[in-house]
């Protein structure tokens, strides 16, 4: 019989930023798993290495050793065209500040990451009224973001990040700018999202807000020092 692969492995992973007197590590030395379907919540103190370590998950920052695959993709082993196909094939990234394009509609926000992939205009408008219909905005679609409220940009931001259909969504702090009951508004959210099979990792400071998670790393110092 074939060993099993889980989804996402990360192996001896470590990532070290340059500093005044050498290296300073970031992530000292880190080793997990993670199945398809499952919903992570990583915690830990401040300067842990929660979100150095979201970023180094969704190819966006090399680390110094180690590897992490995705689906047998050795993320780094990839060239950076490569790399760049695997973020828009792979992964949807929920910020805390939302970063969506004031300037733009969110309906125009939406459609960003179908930019690169070739869908024409028509399929585009579809798909993104679609998600925008699933977090309930469809709407507003025509709004610009400072005309939303602090929660409404965050679900513009979760359509934003699905609207290619990524099998990974990773999240940095998606609640950390709303009150509580919006909060639990996109929480819930996301539960309904991880429920029909997307696997989430999300960096959280918050207890309430990871208990919606069914598993929790927590890392300190660099390195994971608990995983329920």
């Known amino acids: ?21 050498g290296a300073v590590p970031a992530i000292r030395k880190m080793d997990f798993t993670v199945e398809d379907g499952e919903f992570v ?25 180690g590897r992490v695959l995705v689906d047998t993709l ?3 082993a990839l060239s950076g065209e490569q790399r760049a196909d695997f973020r828009s094939e792979y992964v949807g990234f929920i910020f805390q500040s939302f970063q969506l394009i004031p300037y733009l509609t969110v309906l125009e926000n939406v459609k960003i990451p179908m930019a690169v992939t070739g869908i024409g205009g ?27 409220s602090g ?3 965050e679900r513009v931001a979760i359509a934003r990040a699905v609207v290619n259909g990524p099998p990974v ?6 609640t950390g700018n709303l009150d509580s009951a919006t909060t ?5 959210l996301l539960g309904e999202l991880n429920r029909e099979g997307q696997t989430i990792l999300m960096v959280t400071h918050n207890p309430e807000v990871s208990a919606f998670a069914k598993r929790i790393l927590q890392v300190r110092d660099g390195y994971c020092v608990f995983d329920s």
């Open 1 to 21: 019989m074939s060993e099993s692969v889980s989804f996402i492995e990360v192996a001896d992973l470590g990532k070290d930023y340059a500093g005044g007197d």
């Open 184 to 188: 639990a508004q996109i929480m819930t």
């Open 122 to 148: 028509t399929l585009q408008h579809r798909r993104a009224m679609a998600v925008l219909d699933r977090v309930g905005l469809a709407d507003k679609a025509r709004r610009l973001p400072d005309q939303l």
């Open 151 to 153: 929660g409404e940009q």
């Open 169 to 174: 969504l990773l999240a940095d702090e998606p």
């Open 74 to 76: 050795d993320v780094y």
């Open 41 to 65: 919540a990583i915690m830990g103190p401040s300067g842990s290495g929660k979100s150095t370590l979201l970023s180094v998950l969704g190819g966006l920052n090399r680390p110094t050793r």
